[in-house]
């Protein structure tokens, strides 16, 4: 009997659980929803943070391509401008002739690749050596096919005669008794029989020496002897 009235008890009380929670479940209908939509907002805005990092990422890198290859073509400037010194260390206006007293230009040239495609211009302008001074300034501005712009400015020195140790329009002649010590220079020709530390050169390739600077009546080398 008694057993009978705790199984009747077990079964009204596992009735109730179940009722209360068919209670509960019924009474919050949205009690998912909520988290949800919360997880997606968390997942919609780190998916665009993301992106937009990525996006910034790449835009960045992107015009420091760009800016990169606007500082070659004003490299290029310089490197032109550095050449046509070397060839005419007098010529500050490009090839053009001089008015005043510069700084002059801009010269504008375009940039173009070894396919021949063209991948913008440099803007050159040079400011000629002040007084006594021998220092050339450049000032090369490189603009990309894009419209970047980056601006190089160089110093370039003019070689002067301090840098020889002797140097002459003249002929010379050293006998084999004598040495020098840097570059040595003339404008006709070098008769060397001596020591030279350094560089000995001449503007010509072949002359004929006088007798009085050891000639022989024959044609030799802008620089021949002994030594």
């Known amino acids: 009997m008694k057993s009978q009235k705790s199984k009747v008890k077990s079964q009204n009380l596992r009735s109730k659980i179940r009722n209360s929670k068919f209670e509960i479940r019924n009474s919050h209908p949205g009690y998912f929803l909520p988290m949800l939509l919360a997880f997606a907002a968390v997942m919609l805005i ?81 400011t000629p050596p002040q007084g006594s001074n021998t220092v050339v300034s450049v000032r090369s501005e490189g603009v ?35 040495s020098t010590n840097g570059l040595v220079h003339s404008n006709r020709g070098i008769h060397y029989d001596g020591t030279a530390n350094g560089v000995v050169a001449s503007a010509v390739s072949t002359y004929v020496p006088a007798n009085c600077f050891g000639g022989d009546g024959q044609t030799h080398n802008g620089v021949w002897g002994i030594g």
């Open 46 to 126: 780190t998916t665009g943070a993301i992106m937009s990092l990525n996006y910034n990422n790449y835009a960045v890198v992107k015009r420091q391509v760009k800016s990169n290859q606007a500082l070659s073509i004003a490299e290029a400037g310089i490197n032109y401008y550095l050449w046509h010194l070397s060839h005419n260390n007098l010529d500050y206006c490009d090839g053009q002739a001089c008015q005043g007293n510069g700084p002059f230009g801009p010269y504008t040239h375009t940039y173009k690749n070894t396919a021949g495609e063209v991948l913008g211009n440099y803007n050159i302008t040079i």
């Open 144 to 178: 990309s096919a894009t419209g970047e712009k980056r601006t190089v400015v160089a110093t370039l020195g003019i070689p002067s005669f301090a840098q020889y140790s002797f140097v002459t329009n003249s002929e010379a002649w050293f006998g084999d008794t004598e």
